[in-house]
């Protein structure tokens, strides 16, 4: 259905998202519509996410690749710049995102931003000013979450 | 009919005229064609431009779109006569710096290398294609393409023309900020020109960012705006410098306008009145649908009289005659001719219970009423200056043997009419903000709102009453009394013009500041009120 006219950049980027994955991320589109990907991201070596495994969805909108994919965590994460309904605040996938970026660049700024979560400029005030105030609590409860919900289930 | 009254106070303002004139002889920077440059287009005298009649120094230029074309044009080129500056690099560099030519070269001058760093002029590409490659992969579709079909900015990175396409498309689909556009590749700040765009967007969008870099420039330009009336693409370059803090703005669409708060022309009254009271009117506009009502009762024998003259005196038809002003609905004779004072105790005993919030509305209503009177009423007589001028008179030239020129002063009259309603409907903006406790204050003003209004009510009389009987399918043949006619109708558009200089003059004085200083003018309360004495 929604695959008939799938553009080539979308078919390449695929292939080689299946052929050439990067370490502690997948990404497969889904059966019914290719513009649709289920995505693991591990959680980073010493960070509160370590040992999770963390599922996510991506959608490449029709305006792909000049309007940036969708991306949302379904896993419950405890996170500074993601919030309870799993959005993402990354600049990529708003004012700065560039059509030369892809899906693999858009997974790994994720995949970096768990390492390197950024209280200053927060989607979750609660979480931004838990982290602030008492950053080894709020480590303690992100490691508690990642546990709770993400240990690979 | 009532010539008789009119004659008779005609002749009591001339007297008064002469002592007005000359408290005027300080200040006659007020030409007669100033009106008409407010409202018309004249095309017969074509050597005084509308925009330029208005006052001996102008401090404003209307742009057309060519004008406003050639003047980016002429800036444009101005930054580009900097040798490094190309053309399509001077139009971004003018983009970022609001257009202002100074800020550039100072800006440029001061640090070039950071000035392109941060509007993305790369001196050299940053991408190094391989120089030996037939070939290159488009950054976003990721195909390889001939170099002949591939495409870069200043920084080199490669992308196909029909990527380009999509990503200027985009862009320009989401606003202005398309004049800003950098180069597809993440975090690549190189700006994208409008020589690029021309080359590789359709031709639509060339046309939406055409429109965007021109509105820009007046959107964008401290010293420019468009004119706010709708469906008119002219800009105003305003001059700060020029006649001090004078705002009045006339396009050459007709409408006049204040620079500095882009409402309806108001000079007398601040931007500040101006924007409460009109936001005061929006959150009353419920109450103000009776008080706009088209017919009211005779006072005298109730029957419903339409009003649809411009002046405030009303006569009933036959038989009953009685006259009585529109807006207070009190016989003409007790007020001759001004219903401007509110009297917050005229109300009797069981009004006076009235919660206070009643007596807001009231008090409300009374300025409300008249504000808008003055403003239907304007309306009027800008239809009637133009039907005067389209249809009457032809005719009257052929029935009283008068040349164009001869009958100059029924335009004139009627020009003051306009120009005068306008000024006197924002003065009841005024007077509604006046403070009660500034009682010396208040009568001063209303004292000097009084005499403008009546002096402009039997202005309007006779412009729009008196005028008919020549007018007329049997109209009396060339005689004396055209020529009384004449002398009377400009005898009181000269009163009438001198009332309103006092009154606008009284009121820029007291909000230049210093109202108190509003007893030592020369046509202080004291000083005018005894020269009317006499
Ligand atoms: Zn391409
Ligand atoms: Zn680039
Ligand atoms: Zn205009
Ligand atoms: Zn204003
Ligand atoms: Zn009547
Ligand atoms: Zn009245």
Known sequence: MANSNLPRRIIKETQRLLSEPTPGISASPSEDNMRYFNVMIL???????????????????????????????????YHPNIDKLGRICLDILKDKWSPALKISTVLLSIQALLSAPNPDDPLSENIAKHWKSNEAEA?????EWTRLYASGA | MDSGDDIHDANDIESLNEDIESLNDNYDNYDDDAAAADYFDDDD???????????????????????????????????AAVPSIPHGAASILLCHYNWS????????FADEHEVRRTVGLLEKPVYDNPADAKELTCGICFEAYPLSEIETASCGHPFCFSCWGGYIGTSINDGPGCLLLRCPESACGAAVDQDMINLLASGEDKDKYDRYLLRSYIEDNKKTKWCPAPGCEHAVNFDPTGTGKDYDVSCLCSYSFCWN????????????????????????????????????????????????????????????????????????????????????????????????????????THYYKRWASNQSSRQKAVADLQEMQSVHMKNLGDSQRQTELELKFITEAWLQIVECRRVLKWTYAYGYYLPDNEQAKKKFFEYLQGEAESGLERLHHCAEKVIQVFLSDDPPSPSEEFNDFRKKLTELTNVTRNYFENLVKALENVHDGNPCDLDKRPWGAGAMMNEMKE
């Open chain 2, 45 to 79: 005298d074509d050597d005084t431009h509308p925009a330029k009649s208005r006052r001996i120094e102008q401090s404003f230029t209307i742009l057309k779109e060519s004008d406003i074309r050639q003047r980016q044009e002429d800036d444009i080129r101005r930054v």
């Open chain 1, 43 to 77: 959680g980073p070596t010493q960070t509160p996410y370590e040992g999770g495994v963390f599922k996510l969805e991506l959608f490449l909108p029709e305006e792909y690749p000049m309007a940036a994919p969708k991306v949302r965590f379904l896993t419950k994460i």
């Open chain 2, 261 to 364: 708060c882009t409402e309806e022309s108001h000079r007398s009254v601040d931007c500040g009145t101006v924007s409460k009271w009109i936001l005061k009117n929006s959150s009353e506009s419920e109450n103000v649908t009776w008080i706009l009502a088209k017919t009211k009762p005779c006072p005298e024998c109730k029957r419903p009289i339409e009003k649809n003259h411009g002046c405030m005196h009303m006569t009933c038809s036959q038989p009953c005659r009685f006259e009585f002003c529109w807006i207070c609905l009190g016989a003409w004779r007790k007020h001759g001719g001004s219903c401007n004072r509110y009297e917050s105790g005229e109300q009797n005993e069981t009004e006076k219970r009235r919660e206070m919030a009643k007596k807001s509305l009231e008090k409300y």
């Open chain 1, 139 to 143: 480590v303690e409860t992100a490691k």
């Open chain 2, 101 to 108: 030519v100074s800020r550039v070269n100072d800006a440029w």
